[in-house]
């Protein structure tokens, strides 16, 4: 038995005018329950320190630099890693980066018990859209404000464990889980901005939308034997709804935990890594079963072609 | 909309004593079953013609070999592809294979509604194991009598839409989907054979089993926009119960009808394959979305590779 007790920590709506002082003492007040809860790792949202911004649109685009972070730690941020070390609780949480460099990344980062940054994730795969849409009910302009990630899906040693990260959309893409899975990820963690109707589809509301995303999940731990936890941004952000549906999902696919509400709250759950090992080693030991010289359109074709007309 | 009425032809058990005319004549009772109610393709189980074989063990591999054809039509299966010629019905079932240079596959095949057989499909996620396991509850030896599929995983052209094939155990492998997502699949056939307790794991039961089955489909169907038609053999063979669960998924991930028992019986569906499209043309839309530079390691890598440690 690897015991990692897991706090996932789930964000209310953040409105355009919270500060970054404002959210991190929110972050702060989690993390706090947390630790009188006996986590050793707490995970919050993508995004987690301003608004979900890519939802209004600025004709020039670095009028939306004010939401991206150019330090990390920054003076804002530097109290919420001190607490994670006088808590020794390791931490992961979501951010917009602007580099040094003038490039803008939807980033996450790993944080182990000393305070240390040990890992950093770039999100793959940006929904949405690049110009304004008409045709939207709604903007998402993730595709305008973020380039791709850069750095892959890597994974890192912690706590004893394995751990992965990807953010919001990457959940529903099965290449995401199978590429840390290659790598024997045992926990992956995510944070989501996820709206409660399609831009696209008036129709598909929360309900759709939370079965897609449970299935998602579910799908991605099942079939790679590995943990994961998925934590929400919820609420109304200015008229803007986000759905909840925090949660921890073990190694068989099964939703063990989750939340019911949409404020500012940690969901606690003991996760043996230990648990991943019976997948692992049978039905998913891809040593034994996959079969990779049949897999080549994965990654040699981006975009389906249907076979020729008759 | 381009509909096409599909009937899923679960089949109950069939016992080692069973003949393969005996078998052909219930497959054909379901065809007639299916044209009344007026289907345009019918689909049958994995290894349709016989018993689930590799339960039992041979020394000699050869005295496996009489549960293969080495034909297709051969003169017991040809009754079955005339009627489904004299109703005009396309088909799909699965059998095992000799091939003329002595080569074991498990296979299904794809006959159009003129009776003839368009498409082959040789299984390529063989599970279980090659040698007697005593530490096993029961043997489940496919890795033994077959050889892993060396025709990938192609898609056709028929009814106006575009078809692939699996079987049983592909269908836990994004991969699976995935590969034929790339070439545009619509829908998406397979049968299964499914013992319904784990013979490595006895507490894992019918239950938990038909929960991961159903997990399957629906993600591979939702993350490919794809419609997924499920038609599982039943019952109890010689005392070794498989369990049930044909079923169809559209391509939302949502499961739109099943069977509720063991036996022989159709499942028909009218299946739009124009609701494919808004998936592929918009969150599922690969071209915009995908970014293969990150997927190396899933045909780069077979088995999964942990970090070096700490």
Not at 133 to 142: S, V
Request: hydrophobic share 40%.
């Amino acid at each position: 038995m690897r015991r990692i007790r897991v706090a996932a920590a789930q964000m209310g709506p953040i409105q355009k005018a919270e500060t970054r002082e404002q959210v991190v003492a929110r972050m702060i007040a989690l993390m706090d329950d947390a630790a009188g809860k006996g986590a050793d790792f707490i995970v919050y949202p993508e995004l987690a320190l301003t608004t979900f911004f890519p939802r209004w649109y600025h004709a020039d685009r670095a009028e939306a630099d004010h939401w991206f972070e150019a330090q990390m730690p920054g003076p804002q941020t530097q109290p919420l890693f001190d607490r994670a070390r006088e808590h020794g609780m390791a931490m992961s949480f979501g951010y917009a980066e602007l580099t040094p460099d003038g490039h803008h990344f939807n980033t996450s980062i790993l944080v182990d018990k000393s305070g240390a940054i040990i890992g950093k994730y770039r999100k793959i795969h940006l929904p949405g859209h690049d110009e304004y849409d008409e045709e939207r009910a709604f903007q998402h302009l993730e595709k305008r404000y973020f380039e791709p990630g850069d750095l892959g899906f890597p994974v890192w040693r912690m706590l004893g464990g394995i751990f992965g990260m990807c953010i919001c959309n990457d959940r529903r893409w099965p290449e995401t889980y199978r590429v840390m899975g290659l790598q024997g990820v045992e926990m992956v963690v995510l944070g989501f901005n996820t709206p409660s109707v399609n831009s696209q589809k008036g129709e598909e509301g929360i309900e759709q939308r939370m079965f897609h995303h449970r299935l998602s999940l579910q799908a991605g731990a099942y079939q790679n034997a590995t943990w994961v936890v998925a934590v929400a941004k919820a609420g109304s952000e200015d008229g803007h709804h986000l759905m909840g549906g925090t949660m921890i999902v073990d190694p068989d696919g099964f939703i063990v935990a989750q939340l019911g509400h949409e404020d500012d709250g940690v969901l606690v759950h003991d996760c043996d890594l230990d648990a991943t090992r019976f997948g692992k080693e049978t039905i998913f030991d891809f040593a034994r079963h996959r079969r990779i010289a049949h897999y080549g359109l994965i990654t040699g074709r981006v975009g389906a072609e249907p076979p020729p007309e008759e």
